[in-house]
């Protein structure tokens, strides 16, 4: 069945860099765009960054001014988000999900993703 996997959370101070995984398994992994979402305490899960499935083409670039990234490497049936210069506010549960429009990324809206992981941590705090 169709799995996504977070991994890499943690606590890390203000202005520190940490790298998250999604790890896929149960459908043909290239062939869907992935994204990630983040839910802080309290509030609405909000959409990150979306990469292709096709071409790796990231159709959102401005994601959190700039600090986050996101890549993939579809030989290892992952995505990953690298987020820079880490700040409090960035503490939330952050999610992968799959793409109801296969290779395309949709808006980032719940609705429009298919299959989601169960989440990582990320607490930024001195």
């Avoid at 979402?37 to 994601?63: H, M, T």
Wanted: one cysteine or more; glycine letters at 10%; charged letters at 20%.
């Amino acid at each position: 069945q169709v799995q996504l996997v977070e991994s890499g959370g943690g606590l890390v101070q203000p202005g520190e860099s940490l790298r998250l995984s999604c790890t896929a398994s149960g459908f043909t992994f290239d062939f869907y765009a992935i994204a990630w979402f983040r839910q802080a305490p309290g509030k609405e899960r909000e959409g990150v960054l979306c990469i292709s499935g096709s071409d790796g083409s990231i159709p959102i670039r401005n994601s959190v001014k700039g600090r986050f990234t996101i890549s993939r490497d579809n030989a290892k049936n992952t995505v990953y988000l690298q987020m820079n210069n880490l700040k409090p506010e960035d503490t939330a549960v952050y999610y992968c999900a799959r793409s109801g429009l296969k290779s395309s990324c949709p808006a980032l809206y719940r609705a429009n993703f298919d299959y989601w992981g169960q989440g990582t941590h990320l607490t930024v705090s001195s």
